[in-house]
């Protein structure tokens, strides 16, 4: 499906109701109207637009409206919970398959949605997974204490990754490569600095244990928190996480929804002088039970 038939643009030309417009510019039904509100897949002049907030669009609006929001398992979602709990901040276990956080044209379907409608508290987000991966996610329950924690906590915390895949070319111990500066994906990746590759990606290999038919668990510790970082990093390794089809491992781990073998198993940091130590919950799986799906 092209970007024309999922996203559409329309001028407002004078002023008037905005459920009215949409509904009868986009052609929608009554109920297809109220899904695309509710999935915040609307947009008036580039904000993502509520009718209770904004209720009139104005002449030389620029509307633009996802028509098929990308949609996230809901058995996967069931999964999203709160894995400890403080006044400040909340961590989250994170499974495959679901956004960190809302998606351009998905609102609802995200580990931050999940944790608001769970908690009743409003959220700050202090860590991103990318949708493939599992793991502890950090959120700040107030916008003073998400600041404190960007500036004071983040940058001195530890987050240690487990991942699966073949054995890679290097061994254990500090991997620096540098990273084309882009927005988009795939990732590239430099063994040195240039013009053109400038961002610098430092990990540490901590250890590594072989598992059944050639494969190797790695554990890493992320020291640089750049977008695809360890994916792209072992894949420059020649060794793609398992079921990281856009690095090169293989279709994904779940024919339902994206899932490779990655996954954030601890985040230890100090908070206001307190130090914590957050590990994978007891009754998650270890990453090697996605040998044998």
């Known amino acids: 499906m092209n970007s024309s038939d999922r996203i559409q643009f329309a001028l407002v ?71 400890h709990e403080e006044q400040d901040w909340i961590a989250a276990w994170k499974p495959a398959g679901v956004p960190s956080h809302p998606t351009l044209d998905n609102q609802i379907e995200n580990v931050k949605a999940a944790l608001e409608a769970q908690t009743g508290r409003e959220l700050w987000g202090l860590s991103r997974l990318d949708v493939g991966t599992r793991g502890l996610l950090l959120f700040a329950t107030s916008h003073i204490a998400a600041r404190v924690m960007n500036s004071d906590t983040l940058p001195t915390s530890e987050k240690i990754y487990a991942s699966i895949g073949p054995a890679p070319l290097r061994g254990s111990g500090l991997w620096t490569h540098w990273m084309k500066k882009t927005d988009r994906a795939p990732r590239e ?65 779940s024919p339902l929804w994206e899932e490779f073998a990655l996954s954030c198993e601890r985040i230890e940091g100090t908070y206001k002088g307190q130090r914590f130590s957050l590990e994978r919950p007891v009754d998650v799986a270890p990453l090697e039970v996605l040998l044998q799906l």
């Open 13 to 83: 030309p004078e002023v008037t109701d905005g459920l009215d417009f949409v509904r009868s510019f986009f052609a929608l039904s009554k109920n297809a109207l109220e899904e695309l509100v509710r999935f915040g897949a609307i947009y008036r002049n580039q904000k993502r637009w509520s009718p209770d907030e904004v209720p009139t669009f104005q002449a030389n609006d620029l509307i633009r409206v996802h028509l098929r929001p990308k949609r996230f398992p809901q058995e996967q979602l069931t999964k999203i919970r709160v894995a």
């Open 189 to 253: 990746l430099s063994p040195t600095e240039s013009a053109d590759y400038t961002v610098r990606c430092d990990l540490e290999v901590l250890g590594r244990q072989n598992l059944e038919n050639g494969w190797c668990r790695q554990e890493i510790k992320l020291l640089t928190g750049r977008t695809h970082q360890i994916r792209v990093q072992m894949a420059f390794e020649s060794a793609p996480l398992l079921g990281d089809a856009l690095y090169g491992g293989g279709p994904s781990l």
